[in-house]
């Protein structure tokens, strides 16, 4: 529940919002963590689309460069959330708040979309290499690029953000090319 955070997606609060009450709602989502995990898959999905994907017209390291960007800061309006979102990365990892579970919710519904942008890609003949090494390649490329422009020491701002991510889209569709020969 985006008004209070998520300590908000308490059985009851949700079930007014849907219209119907507690005990159906507790059918379809038995605990609470069941619950929590449903509200951040769905804001998840609300949040990262195919873009173009399956736009077969547009060369396949432009399409994924511009499905990945959606992970980083558009602009400079977007930095409060790369903020928010390295807090909650920090408190989930060295203190139990209970946010360890958003997080691995997270990390799991990106990583699966990235395979499906990867294997959409495959499917229209972009070879690419298979496997969980192409997932974590980029997703430690955008962690990487994404902690750089927050750092105030560092040359990275969001231009160069997006042409690192370009190379390594690049470098991965080329491994895939080179695997392939």
């Known amino acids: 529940m985006r008004q209070g955070g998520p300590t908000a997606a308490s059985v009851r609060a949700v079930a007014a919002k849907a219209g119907i009450g507690a005990s159906t709602l507790r059918h379809y989502f038995p605990t609470q963590q069941a619950l929590s995990d449903a509200v951040y898959r769905h804001r998840f ?9 399956a736009d077969t017209a547009r060369p396949a ?14 602009g400079p ?9 390295v807090a909650m990365y920090h408190t989930a990892v060295n203190v139990d708040t209970g946010l360890e579970s ?3 919710v997270l990390t799991r519904e ?3 979309r990235i395979e499906r942008w990867l294997q959409t890609l495959r ?8 496997g969980p090494d192409s997932v974590a390649r980029l997703t430690s490329t955008i962690d990487g690029v994404c902690l750089g422009i927050l750092n105030p020491g560092s040359p990275i701002d969001l231009e160069q953000a997006n042409r690192l991510l370009r190379i390594e889209v690049d470098a991965l569709l080329a491994a895939g ?4 020969g």
């Open 77 to 85: 309006d977007e930095m409060p959330v790369l903020r928010a979102w």
């Open 45 to 53: 999905h609300l949040q990262v689309d195919d873009r173009g994907i």
């Open 110 to 112: 990106s990583d699966a």
């Open 102 to 104: 958003p997080l691995r």
């Open 177 to 180: 090319s080179a695997g392939a």
């Open 61 to 74: 390291a432009e399409r994924l460069t511009e499905c990945l960007q959606q992970f980083m800061p558009s």
């Open 123 to 130: 499917d229209q003949g972009t070879p690419v290499p298979s």
